[in-house]
C-alpha cells in the first residue's frame, strides 16, 4: 500500500501503462484526517504508475501558471 498526505487541493495521479483485465480493483483509503491534510492509501496493480499530480507536470505548465 503507497500512503500519501495531500492537502487541500493537491491530486493524486494514476497512469496506466497497458490496458487492464475486467475486475482489476484500484482502492483508495482513507487513512487518517489532520488540520490541514488527509493521509490516503492505494493499491493498485505494479502496471498503475500512481504518483503525486506535482511531479508529473510538465515545465511548460509549471512556467504557465506561475505567470
Do not use: C
Amino acid at each position: 500500500m503507497l500512503v500519501l498526505s495531500r492537502k487541500y487541493l493537491e491530486s493524486v495521479r494514476f497512469e496506466l501503462t497497458e490496458p487492464l483485465p475486467a475486475g482489476t480493483v484500484i482502492q483508495v483509503r482513507v487513512v487518517r484526517i489532520g488540520n490541514q491534510t488527509v493521509r490516503l492509501g492505494m493499491e493498485a496493480p505494479a502496471s498503475i504508475n500512481i504518483a503525486r499530480d506535482e511531479l508529473t507536470h510538465t515545465p511548460e505548465l509549471k512556467a504557465d501558471s506561475a505567470a
